[in-house]
């Protein structure tokens, strides 16, 4: 399995799986050659990057949540007026929901392409077995910091 990071290569080995390291710029002659079987990679990047010509089945089992933040120092908000602060919140809340809905869009429109151009798709029901498969994974990062980790699964919801 292609990984990139220590959150992967762990992932890999509770699956049972050889994690290998290798850049994304190398991925597609990797499914062609045989070195990697298996890789992660977002929808729109599996189609946009022609991997479906190498690596024909998809499973969307939903084994990452993606996020982005804005970030802004203690300095720079406590210098905004409460109006100020009120116009960011709202404002990021409405670029919020309008990523999701792009988003949404076109993942919708990658999966319509990629079942005509006869890709495999399977969704996962049944999150138990990949949840018992990667239970020491989970259990390091509730130890880690177990509130964080709650809130990123709330989030999963």
Known sequence: MR??????????????????????????AAFQTGRVEVAEQPVSNYLSNSFNHVAPYLILDGHMLGAVSVMINSK???????????????????????????????IGDAMNKLRQEGVVITSVSDFTPWQKACSNLREEAYELDGQLYQKILDMAE
């Open 3 to 28: 990984v990139s990071g220590k959150v992967l290569t762990a992932l890999a080995k509770d699956f049972g799986s050889q994690p290998v390291e290798v850049k994304f710029t190398d991925l597609y």
């Open 76 to 106: 720079c908000w406590d210098s905004l007026s409460d109006s100020q602060k009120q116009i960011l919140l709202e404002a990021g809340s409405f670029a919020s929901e309008y990523c999701h809905k792009i988003m949404d869009e076109t």
